[in-house]
Structure formats: structure tokens, C-alpha cells
């Protein structure tokens, strides 16, 4: 027997082993159907309008999470970022609400922005579904006919009792540091 046959005879069956269990241990990506893909395109709509205009004292807004949901902010695409709200009440005040209402959106860090959430990518996963997309921000710098991309989103969805929700949301923002908006001020 040579060389290379041996090395076939146990390959081969290691090979299958291997990705047997690696099959074995996953669980399979749920089934999702085409109303799920228009509810999960709706809620990153709603998104987009709720984060723009403080409605409901920015419980709107809130009410696109699940109740434990967090929204964050990271510098890379599929890494953690850090999360700046958590849970209804800092979802509703990270929007510019809370109980007391909407504070004043010129106070509020991005005031102008219009968001445009495009190219949404939606896959299946065993409890739920991931989505990516990008963020065209309009009205950047305070000029109604600036736009930037401005990275895009990362999120988890899961469906609830009440439709599909985001369980984490994060701004991917690469560039923020160059960003007419939030970089540096140019000289």
C-alpha cells in the first residue's frame, strides 16, 4: 500500500466523522417564510422612522425590541461593539424620549440625520434570524443635501408574541472617524 493510499483509507472516513459532528452539534436554521422576510423588512423600515422622529416619547422606537434588547455601536464589521442601551426605557431615551417626553433634537447627537436603510441581508438561524444592511445618512453636517454612508447595521432578530424583533442592533460605523458628521472638524 503506499503512501498516498494510506493517507486516503484515513482521510476519508476522518473527514466525514468530522463533518458529521460538526452537523450533529449545529442546529438547523429555522424555516422562514416570505411573510417573516416582508415583517423583518418592515421592522428595519420602522426603524428608520422611529429613530428620526421621537414618536410616543421614543417608545415607538423602544417597542421595535424585545424587551431585554440592546442597541450598540461597533467600529468593525462581526465584531461586539459596545452596547449604549438596554431595555425599554434606555431604547426610549437613546431615541431622544423617556417618560418626560422628547428633549429638544438639536441637543441630540446626529440632529438632521434622515436614515436610509438599504441593501438589508436576511438570514435564517436556529432562533430566529441575523440581518445586515447599510446606512445612507441624509442631511449630514447640517446640509440637507449631504449624504454619507455611514456604515450600516448588524442585527439579531427573533420573533415574539408581538412580530419580529430586534434582540441586538448594532451600528457598524468603520469610518466614523473620517465622518463629515462625527469625525474630526476640518480646519
Not at 9 to 30: C, K, Q, Y
Not at 73 to 101: H, Q, T, Y
Not at 120 to 129: D, F, H, N
Request: with cysteine; charged share 20%; proline share 4%.
Amino acid at each position: 500500500m503506499t503512501v498516498r493510499r494510506i493517507f486516503e483509507v484515513i482521510a476519508l472516513p476522518a473527514a466525514v466523522l468530522l463533518s458529521a459532528g460538526s452537523v450533529a452539534g449545529a442546529a438547523a436554521p429555522m424555516k422562514l417564510t416570505a411573510l417573516d422576510y416582508i415583517e423583518i423588512g418592515q421592522l428595519s423600515d420602522r426603524y428608520s422612522f422611529a429613530i428620526d422622529t421621537c414618536t410616543n416619547k421614543g417608545y415607538d422606537y423602544a417597542d421595535l425590541y424585545t424587551e431585554d434588547g440592546q442597541f450598540g455601536v461597533s467600529d468593525e464589521w462581526g465584531k461586539p461593539g459596545r452596547v449604549f442601551a438596554k431595555g425599554r426605557d434606555a431604547l426610549a431615551n437613546a431615541d431622544g424620549g423617556g417618560p418626560d417626553g422628547c428633549r429638544d433634537p438639536k441637543t441630540m447627537l446626529g440632529y438632521g440625520i434622515t436614515h436610509v436603510i438599504v441593501n438589508l441581508v436576511i438570514t435564517p438561524t436556529a432562533t430566529g434570524a441575523v440581518g445586515r444592511c447599510k446606512l445612507l445618512a441624509m442631511g449630514v453636517g447640517g446640509n440637507p443635501t449631504t449624504i454619507e454612508q455611514q456604515g450600516g447595521y448588524e442585527d439579531v432578530y427573533v420573533k415574539t408574541k408581538d412580530g419580529w424583533r430586534f434582540k441586538t442592533r448594532f451600528h457598524v460605523f468603520p469610518n466614523m472617524a473620517n465622518s463629515v458628521q462625527f469625525g474630526k472638524k476640518k480646519e
